[in-house]
């Protein structure tokens, strides 16, 4: 379902873990993808929050980033992909 992968695609994410459900109640569900590559030697997308939610002081936010593996993540499952081409 979800091997075509692009910068530019959007991907709805689910917690599976109490980190991963906590990420995404802090975050949004939707991520856009800003690589794909690999990350702790597996296939994986660098992710960009939609918004900009992650505090980096005096007031200021920033987009959250992270790498989730696009297989067998621990703390995420991919349940949607928006193609944006």
């Known amino acids: 379902m979800f091997n075509a992968f692009k910068k530019g695609d959007w991907l709805k994410l689910k917690g599976i873990t109490r980190h991963g459900k906590n990420r995404i109640q802090q975050h949004g569900e939707w991520w856009e993808i ?6 702790d030697g597996f296939t ?28 067998d993540d621990q703390n995420f499952e991919a349940i949607a992909h928006a193609i944006c081409h």
């Open 44 to 71: 994986a997308v660098r992710l960009n929050s939609r918004n900009e939610t992650f505090n980096i002081g005096k007031g200021r936010k920033c987009r959250d980033q992270r790498w989730v593996h696009i297989k």
């Open 34 to 39: 800003d690589a794909v590559g690999t990350f």
